[in-house]
């Protein structure tokens, strides 16, 4: 059990160009999920999925936004033409599925934009 | 709606003091789930405590403790003798068991420990 694992842990790009983030859950966990902290303030969930099934979407993710978890294990997230407001930092976590368990952070992806 | 308050944005006590961090919640469901993670300055969230809406008993985890009071919708937490180590931002979350567990963070607060 090594963790959670994100990368990139930063990620500078100009405004207008694509973006792809990795995450690693736990192995033997079956959910996982991707939040947006900005500074100051707590995560914001996005999305959240069990195995590769993507069960919810947050009102926050725009059509810019995709995430994807095609073989139940890792997940990527792609953010299309970025834009200012998009720099944050981006959270993967993770938790086994026997109702509502905590949940294992990685350490984040750092977007700036420039 | 589910809404998670964190009416301390800094906290500033010196070592040895007792603090408590203070967390009021919204929710119409009648199951939920509460949890405390923290944030050292290394950034990774760390989960500390979680709870279910029909546990009300108060929790003691060394120098950690938990109050649960569902009549003021409310889950703090306390530090007992603080110590540097604490310094870090403290969210409190909570996950409806209808919301597909999904879990709403407060904004945290954030502990300054002095030596």
């Known amino acids: 059990d090594t963790g959670v694992s994100q990368d990139p842990r930063h990620k500078i790009t100009k405004r207008g160009q694509n973006v792809t983030f990795r995450c690693d859950p736990i192995?033997?966990?079956?959910?996982l999920y991707w939040y947006r902290q900005t500074l100051g303030q707590g995560p914001e969930f996005l999305t959240y999925?069990?195995?590769?099934?993507?069960?919810?979407k947050s009102r926050l993710l725009s059509d810019r936004f995709s995430a994807e978890r095609p073989k139940g294990s890792f997940s990527t997230l792609e953010i299309q033409r970025t834009e200012q407001g998009d720099s944050a930092m981006y959270l993967c976590a993770s938790s086994d599925d026997r109702g509502n368990q905590p949940q294992h952070f990685g350490d984040g992806t750092r977007l700036s934009i420039l | 709606a589910q809404k998670v308050t964190q009416a301390q944005t800094e906290i500033s006590v010196v070592e040895k003091e007792d603090v408590t961090l203070d967390c009021v919640y919204e929710t119409r469901d009648t199951t939920y789930y509460l949890f405390w993670y923290k944030q050292p300055p290394s950034g990774e969230l760390v989960f500390l405590i979680r709870?279910?809406?029909?546990?009300?008993q108060n929790e003691i985890s060394g120098r950690y403790s938990w109050n649960f009071q569902k009549s003021t919708s409310s889950f703090n937490f306390t530090i007992t003798a603080s110590q540097v180590v604490d310094s870090a931002v403290y969210f409190c979350?909570?996950?409806?068991?209808?919301?597909?567990?999904?879990?709403?963070f407060g904004a945290g607060t954030r502990l300054f420990v002095k030596a």
């Open positions: 709870r279910n809406s029909f546990d009300e």
């Open positions: 192995s033997e966990h079956n959910r």
């Open positions: 999925f069990q195995n590769e099934a993507q069960l919810e």
């Open positions: 979350a909570l996950s409806e068991d209808t919301g597909g567990f999904k879990t709403i």
